[in-house]
C-alpha cells in the first residue's frame, strides 16, 4: 500500500512538473532545518529536539524539486532523555506561479506532497506520515535561501492514525 501511495506521488510530481531544457544546469540546496517537536500526546514538558537538522534538494523539473530532510530527535521526557527517532523525510516541492523569465530562481510559493519514515526507539515503533506542506521560499543575495511551509496530515503509529501538523523553517544555500 505505502509502495503505491509513493509511486502515485511521483508519478503526479512527473506529470506536474516540466522537464528542464537540456541547456539549463541542475540546482542542488545544502540546509539546515531546526526542529523542535511536541506531540498532542506528549506528557506536559515533554519534546524532541533534532540534532541533526540536514537538507538536501535537488532540481528535478522545471517547477518541481526533490527534498531529502534527516531525522535523528533527541527526547527531553520526565523520565530519561534519550535519542527516540532516526528516520528521513522525502518531499516534492513544486512552484506553483512561476514566471519564465524567473527559470533559475528558486522563490516563491510552493506546495510539497511529503512522506516521512522513522523508527521511534523509546517504543520500538515505526512512524510513516504522509502530510501536505504548502509555503514560501525566500531567495535572498549570494543563492542564500529560507523557506516557511505549515505541513498538516496524518501520521501512522502501530495502529493508530495521529494528526501532524508543524511548521517548517529552512535555511541554507543554492549551489
Known amino acids: 500500500m505505502?509502495?503505491?501511495?509513493?509511486?502515485v506521488l511521483l508519478l503526479v510530481t512527473i506529470v506536474l512538473g516540466e522537464v528542464q531544457a537540456s541547456s539549463d544546469r541542475s540546482r542542488y540546496f545544502i540546509g539546515i532545518t531546526p526542529s523542535v517537536t511536541a506531540e498532542p500526546f506528549y506528557n506536559k514538558g515533554e519534546f524532541d529536539v533534532n540534532v541533526l537538522p540536514l537538507v538536501y534538494q535537488q532540481t528535478l523539473f522545471n517547477k518541481t524539486d526533490f527534498r531529502l530532510t534527516s531525522i535523528v530527535n533527541y527526547s527531553v521526557r520526565d523520565t530519561e532523555n534519550q535519542l527516540s527517532h532516526i528516520g528521513f523525510e522525502?518531499?516534492?516541492?513544486?512552484?506553483?506561479?512561476?514566471?519564465?523569465?524567473?527559470?533559475?530562481?528558486?522563490?516563491?510559493?510552493y506546495f510539497a506532497p511529503i512522506?516521512?519514515?522513522?523508527?521511534?526507539?523509546?517504543?520500538?515503533?515505526?512512524?510513516?506520515?504522509?502530510?501536505?506542506?504548502?509555503?514560501?521560499?525566500?531567495?535572498?543575495?549570494?543563492?542564500?535561501?529560507?523557506?516557511?511551509?505549515?505541513?498538516?496530515?496524518?501520521?501512522?503509529?502501530?495502529?493508530?492514525?495521529?494528526?501532524?501538523?508543524?511548521?517548517?523553517?529552512?535555511?541554507?544555500?543554492?549551489?
Not at 521511534?120 to 516557511?148: C, R, T
Open 2 to 7: 505505502l509502495r503505491i501511495l509513493f509511486c
Open 115 to 175: 512522506m516521512s519514515i522513522a523508527h521511534e526507539q523509546i517504543k520500538k515503533e515505526n512512524h510513516i506520515g504522509f502530510w501536505l506542506e504548502p509555503g514560501y521560499q525566500f531567495l535572498f543575495k549570494h543563492n542564500y535561501s529560507m523557506s516557511i511551509g505549515l505541513q498538516a496530515g496524518v501520521t501512522l503509529i502501530a495502529d493508530e492514525v495521529q494528526n501532524h501538523f508543524g511548521i517548517n523553517f529552512i535555511f541554507g544555500r543554492w549551489f
Open 90 to 109: 522525502a518531499a516534492f516541492p513544486m512552484r506553483v506561479f512561476r514566471r519564465e523569465r524567473l527559470l533559475h530562481q528558486k522563490d516563491g510559493f
